[in-house]
């Protein structure tokens, strides 16, 4: 059985830009342990020489001329922001 | 017969003849809606709209040569972006959100006249099979045999518990691992996951892209046919979406599957299954004997690594989808302290945006991906999912039609119920379901019988790629056999 320690919860947490709650590790690292032990069954199959599945229908993705098909809708982007100013989204400072 | 509970076809040829209006159609809707809050099926309500629509479908209707859904009343399932519509995927992380454009699949629907009465509850992001983890609360089964109040399924309860309980007369769905099937399955009405790539995914809230569809929720196969229908077809705007001219899957309906070649696969009998779908299973498979189908034994030997290569696959691609939530372009938030940056801006929109599912998800999908364990769980899984789609493969190379199996390991369970169990507890509802989006084939769920407490039970038929109009045709033919017309009975 795989476990996910502490440590690796809190990268994953970390990784995935979600704060997690040091009181909140010892479970996220039980129930994420549990996920991944399923997920290890894969384990038991012979995949050698079987190539990775990257589409799911067998055709090629369509091409198209590499042009400008829409835009003009500054208004309509920014219309859902929790914060926009002067035309843009606005954010916490990026760069001290 | 009430208005609303008339099924799509019945309603469409009532409408040709002026027997009946879209608004009258309409009103017996909206009133049935507003009786059923109890159900907490339909989470946004546009009954303004909706009777916008209508009116403008009676005329249109009056004119002559309406399409098939113009002036039918559908529910749109939450996932689906609506022009000025809440549009929230049942996330507090989309609060607010009312999208400037509309999802092909429900621009569709509209342009064909369909009334959009409002938006459908569902799992947050369509994770999981039970509609308990949607911010608006739980959406309810209208089946009830006990004072337990049980789970439409997931994640498309809200469609579900809508067309069962006649609030609508069809919804869209989507299904990723099963959630139109097993909520279909659950309360008794049919439901069809199209091949990937017949439906368009352009403006659908991504969960997993690769496994996405969107298919409809009806009381019947016709009324199925008919939906899907509209809602298919090429989109330059989905890369994914098939260039294929689509089929007319009402005429399909001939009610002949004699000679076809019908597989019954022996790794879908589980240890455990109860006896009574075991019995369902059988009985469905004579019923098609009886119609002259030819039934096979047949062996898809990777079937039981489905569930972990599904669990491994969702989360990857969920991971990577959901990074786009990051309180900048739309949605939720929070609320800074002094001193807080970019990153912390990050971190507390997620923690207080995403519910414990949908954080866990994304979570898995993180470390599936992340340097060192990518080849162990990410790329083992994708070759474990070529191996499915390998095995089903070889089964149509020799001459199957159709596949037949139970669409669900048990009927509908209480809400709650599963509220202490391990995450991978909950993920077994989908074993029936998760090969066909992992293989990309077209997929049925439809109501064969009740169990021994009164629940409706249902078979799944997985079908050929792009071979919806066969997939439908068979469906009819065991629908007509197994002769389900059992209701809920009202106590909402």
Redesign the interface.
């Known amino acids: 059985m795989s476990t996910i320690d502490l440590e690796t919860a809190r990268r994953v947490a970390k990784l995935a830009r979600i704060r997690v709650p040091e009181a909140d590790l010892p479970q996220l690292a039980d129930r994420l342990s549990g996920i991944v032990t399923f997920m290890e069954q894969l384990n038991e199959v012979d995949v050698d020489g079987i190539e990775p599945m990257t589409s799911v229908s067998p055709m090629r993705l369509k091409r198209r001329a590499d042009g400008v098909t829409d835009g003009d809708m500054q208004d309509k982007i920014l219309s859902n922001a929790p914060d926009a100013r002067e035309g843009f989204f606005a954010v916490p400072k990026v760069v001290e | 017969m009430k208005l609303n509970a008339l099924t799509i076809a019945e309603a469409r040829d009532a409408l040709r003849k002026g027997d009946v209006t879209s608004v009258e159609l309409t009103e017996a809707c909206v009133t049935a809606i507003d009786a059923a809050d109890a159900l907490n099926a339909f989470v946004h309500k546009t009954t303004e709209l909706a009777l916008d629509r209508a009116r403008a479908a009676d005329t249109r209707i009056q004119a002559g040569n309406a399409p098939d859904m113009c002036g039918i009343p559908v529910g749109i399932k939450d996932l689906f972006c609506t022009e000025g519509v809440p549009s929230q995927a049942a996330s507090n992380i989309l609060k607010?959100?009312?999208?400037?454009y509309e999802s092909t699949v429900s621009g569709r629907l509209r342009d064909a006249g369909a009334v959009m009465l409002g938006k459908l509850n569902m799992d947050e992001f369509a994770m999981g099979s039970s509609n308990e983890t949607a911010c608006y609360g739980d959406a309810v089964n209208p089946w009830k045999v006990d004072d337990r109040r049980l789970t439409p399924g997931g994640s498309s309860g809200g469609s579900a518990a809508a067309v069962a309980a006649d609030l609508c007369l069809g919804a869209t769905g989507t299904d990723t691992g099963g959630s139109i099937r097993q909520p279909a399955a659950f309360t008794g009405i049919v439901g069809i996951k199209p091949?990937?790539?017949r439906c368009s995914r352009w403006g659908v809230i991504a969960f997993a892209s690769?496994l996405d569809q969107a298919g409809p929720m009806t009381r019947t196969v016709r009324d199925a046919a008919i939906m899907l229908g509209a809602m298919s077809g090429h989109d330059?705007k989905d890369?994914?979406s098939?260039?294929l001219p689509v089929p007319d899957f009402e005429a399909a309906l001939t009610g002949d599957i004699k000679g076809r070649k019908i597989g019954i696969p022996r790794e879908y009998r589980m240890d455990g299954m109860p006896s009574e779908i075991e019995k369902l299973w059988a009985d469905g498979a004579a019923m098609l004997r009886d119609a002259g189908a030819e039934i096979v034994d047949i062996s898809l030997p990777?079937t039981?690594?489905a569930?972990?290569?599904y669990?491994?696959i969702a989360p990857a691609e969920a991971?990577s989808n959901l990074?786009r939530y990051?309180?900048?372009?739309?949605?939720?938030?929070a609320r800074?302290d002094a001193g807080?940056?970019?990153?912390?801006?990050?971190?507390?929109t997620?923690?207080e945006g995403?519910g414990p599912e949908v954080?866990?998800r994304?979570?898995?999908g993180?470390?599936?991906l992340?340097a060192g364990f990518y080849d162990a769980?990410y790329?083992?899984?994708?070759?474990?999912?070529?191996?499915i789609?390998r095995d089903f493969d070889e089964v149509f190379a020799a001459g199957v039609e159709a596949i037949l199996t139970p669409a669900t390991p048990s009927a509908a369970f209480a809400l709650g119920e599963m509220a202490d169990a391990?995450?991978?507890e909950m993920?077994l509802n989908d074993v029936f379901t998760v090969t066909v989006n992992l293989a990309?084939l077209p997929g049925i769920a439809l109501p064969a019988g009740l169990n021994s407490a009164g629940l409706p039970l249902g078979l799944q038929l997985i079908g050929r790629?792009w071979g919806e109009a066969d997939l439908l045709n068979t469906a009819q033919v065991l629908e007509n056999a197994a002769g389900f017309v059992s209701k809920p009975q009202k106590w909402w």
């Not at chain 2, 607010?96 to 400037?100: A, C, V, W």
């Not at chain 2, 990051?326 to 938030?333: A, F, L, Q, S």
């Not at chain 2, 790329?379 to 191996?387: C, D, E, G």
């Open positions: 607010g959100f009312k999208p400037e091949t990937y790539g690769s330059p890369s994914t098939a260039d990777h039981k690594f569930l972990p290569a669990y491994v991971s990074a990051d309180g900048v372009r739309y949605g939720h938030r800074l807080d940056g970019i990153t912390e801006m990050y971190e507390k997620r923690a995403f954080q866990r994304v979570m898995v993180t470390y599936v992340s769980y790329n083992r899984a994708r070759k474990v999912r070529a191996l789609k391990d995450p991978v993920y990309g790629p």
